[in-house]
């Protein structure tokens, strides 16, 4: 990566730079390979490893430094209706605190650990922590269940950046939205039965909509409604600061 | 025009300090008054202090001793406040009657007991409970669903679960010596994974000692021996039961949890809801949380409850009704007469599983059974608030109880709603009675009245978790009704059930992998899976411990005939 620099010279004659950090790209990709396949008289194209457009923040910054990421590229991972908390990040994992660091990454590495064996493809794969799926795709009623907060964090610490749903339990949605871990959006059509797990995606959230590469079809989302200033604004606490409601800090 | 008479009044007034208002004013003030005062002035473009001196004065001036008035102006501060109260229905003959000139010498509202919206139903929207109490919360005199408002927080309750993880967030954001709202309206409950030897699990235990020390918090339900729940004096267990037992809930308040069975608390007629750790971090610091105003769906549950059923069949049934997306967003109104003849214990179960069907809360109007269970346990005043006859609902359900029968949710939905005699070939292996949905006192009174009505044991293990130390107390020295004074622990050990065990939630949530009673294994059998009917709220895959485990969610009754029959088992088998 280029990093523009300026040099000036101090009274002393001593050269100084300072680097001019580039604003970061808007695409980042780093192919591992390329794998041309036809089918139904289709070109079809798989990448191996995950393109991200915009590079995730981690949570620790997520508050802080909040981009507004328009859109999301990369692998799906396809589940059914009602998929509650439980199965999201199983009970005996809560003992994690997701406030602090270290046990926010364990958490990620426990997401969707909870899904029955009829998924015959894991979210996480064996002896990773971190998921290749960078967008789930649900059926309805998506994190059902337990106000466990730590069901979206898992998400987000795993990798995941959105959820395209057909439509969301509250405590989930709230909690998707106070956290900023994942943008929780809603397809007008049952997506999880127009994809299938692995298939490319493009999720474009100006023009609200979802590309399926692999399927060549295009779908309609719905408009991201009444918590579209929470999260543009980055959170819960982001948001009651803009409006006055809280002090800034510092 | 009527009220234009008025201005001169008001002008000469405050030119003046002193004016006498005419006929054409008195009359105006009526016909405002009974049709069109509150949205009518302010739109004229009178300010509420001037609403309220026209108002004050005609009200001092209908009562009988009179010559001047002397009071002083002070702007009224809460806007809200400039309704009339619908029972004063003045009348123009009142006006004509009295000499109608009347001195003002000065103006103030007078002292009177503070007129709120929420009960004086004279607000031009009709409101349900729901709606009510957000508003009050909220100080908006006017909302309907769909609003997004901020509300004042009466009790914010966390636990070991959540609790820590709040508290890094409200440091983060309010930094490390921020202090809490208010350390008295917050309740902090251990109570999900307490007796384990998990370190962590034990750690946050101690994470929420410490940050109660330092932020003074007043109720904390500490737990420091884990061998002998008994010598912990102020451990309670089970949040939601331990919140009601220690009058925490009470009608018309706002109450928040990180827990999404919060919801139990509407059986108070209040707003209770389940929200995240981010969200309780917000509240810690603000007393405050942005909410949107839902609307409400009616359930009138009718008709004398068998003796046979008891609230969770009721919620069971509406559960499988709806479906579990069923109120999404939505507030649950219970009301009818079979609501009203239920116990404040039975009312919690209602409301428990409001979440299960996706309900942002569930609520039952206070009455005599609220007030009378409320008596010992809370000296804090509280205003209950009830749905105007003319309040809108989304849906209105009717269910005629006495036709009901006992029901089980299958494995995997709480939603996936059958009949408990239709699952009787249903072979189980194990029964769990407990939770914050099954495992109160009249929960283990209903399961004791089955044993004690078969006089044989169990075929299954069966586990017994009181929910809080005062449960399990009951469980040991409440005589169970037509035993001849054995208490529920005699009747359960008669029947060879497990002794009670330490109360906490227990297994209900699965919890660590030595917590008692957690399903570990899947297969009961080389040919079957472990199957489990508990008194509980969800049996989603893996809700108790092992993903293929397979539960059947149902009420005490069901729980315990299933137990003497090691089958699924409707509880007439034994109750009639």
Redesign the interface.
Known sequence: MVTASSISFGANSTFTSSSIPKTKPLFNIIPHSLKFTTGNGRAAVTFQRPVSVIPKATSADSRATKEPSRTFHGLCYVVGDNIDTDQIIPAEYLTLVPSNPDEYEKLGSYALIGLPATYTTRFIDENETKTKYKIIIAGGNFGCGSSREHAPVALGAAGCSAVVAESYARIFFRNSVATGEIYPLESEARLCEECSTGDVVTIEMAERRLINHTTGKEYKLKPIGDLGPVIDAGGIFAYARKTGMIASRN | MELKSCSNDIVIFFLNSQTDIGPDCCHAIDIITCNYWPAMLTSLGFTVEEGNILRDYYNASSAPSLGGLTVIYQPQKDLGSFCFSSTSQFSVNKCKKSAVSKKIVSVMAPQQSERRPATTGSVKNAMTLTEKIFSRASEKPQLSPGD?V?VNVDILMTHD??G??S???FK??FGENAKVWDREKIVIIPD??IFTS?E??N??VD?LRDFCMEQNIKYFYDIKDLGNFKANPDYKGVCHIALAQEGHCRPGEVLLG???H?CTAGAFGQFAT??????AG?VL??G?V?L?VPPTLRFVLDGEMPDYLLAKDLILQIIGEIS??GA??KSMEFVGTTVERLSMEERMTLCNMV?EA?G?NGVVPADGTTFKYLEDKTSLPYEPVYSDEKASFLSEYRFDISKLEPLVAKPH?PDNRALARECKDVKIDRVYIGSCTGGKTEDFLAAAKVFLASGKKVKVPTFLVPATQKVWMDVYTLPVPGSGGKTCSQIFEEAGCDTPASPSCGAC?????DTYARMNEPMASCLSLQVCVSTTN?N????MGH??GQIYLASPYTAAASALTGYVTDPREFLE
């Open positions: 997004n901020w679960v959540c820590p993880g508290f890094g967030i983060k954001e999900h994974y998990d962590r699990a750690r946050n994470i990180t827990d999404s919060t389940g929200i995240g750790n981010t969200d917000f610091g603000t405050k942005l949107k579990v997306a999404t967003y979440v996706g942002k939905s949530l699965g919890g660590p992998k969800r989603f895959p893996g809700r993903k293929e």
